[in-house]
């Protein structure tokens, strides 16, 4: 997989695939102030994680920091399918390489199925417990930042909205993703003392 990273085959692409969620539509906190009967204004609290729960599919190409994101209502085999089929048509040439977690619907029998009609695509599963080796995580923090952060929905394509506009100004200032921590910069010394005994 650090192989995949460091040195991809020539003419192939590599993405790192996850999903994210679920993201789930709020209500809006009320204006402050107080009721007509003098009591302060409360607002209803969302524990529910309802029909309107989304998902968010994410791929990054690793060579140009590129991200193409995907809104689901579920995250189950037929999602995950249509969103290998964007990134394939995102990526119209060479092998594709798509490292992600052993979730059961990366891995299920419909999966399967689906990756052998399609034999450019070809998956490469993270160990249990490595989540790290995704760099799709990273690329998710960075993401929680732009579009949810202090932010609450309202219904699903409010949701929908805020991702592809993060998406969108995200990839405006992508930069290759590099596999480990570079190298510390030597130190020069600005002085050199001579001891004389």
């Not at 009609?117 to 998710?140: K, M, S, T, Y």
């Not at 409010?158 to 930069?175: G, P, Y």
Request: hydrophobic share 35%; proline share 8%.
């Amino acid at each position: 997989m650090v192989e995949l990273y460091t040195s991809p085959p020539a003419g192939a692409t590599v993405v790192c695939a996850d999903e994210l969620g679920p993201v789930i539509p709020r209500a809006f906190p009320p204006a402050p102030g107080w009721s007509p009967d003098g009591h302060r204004i409360k607002n209803e609290i969302d524990y529910s994680r309802g029909p309107e729960k989304t998902w968010v599919y994410g791929a990054l190409r690793v060579r140009d920091g590129q991200e193409l994101t995907m809104t689901a209502t579920s995250r189950n085999s037929a999602f995950y399918q249509q969103f290998l089929q964007l990134v394939e048509d995102a990526n119209p040439v060479g092998d594709i390489y798509v490292i992600t977690d052993n979730l059961s619907s990366h891995n299920s029998v419909s999966t399967r199925t689906w990756l052998e009609d399609h034999p450019r695509i070809r998956h490469v599963f993270i160990p249990v417990g490595a989540c790290w080796l995704n760099l799709q995580e990273g690329w998710w923090r960075i993401f929680r930042k732009t579009a949810l952060a202090g932010r609450s929905f309202g219904d699903r394509d409010h949701i929908t909205h805020a991702t592809e506009v993060a998406t969108a100004q995200l990839n405006a200032r992508a930069r290759p993703w590099i596999w480990g921590r570079p190298a510390p910069p030597t130190r020069r010394l600005r002085r050199r003392y001579v001891y004389v005994l």
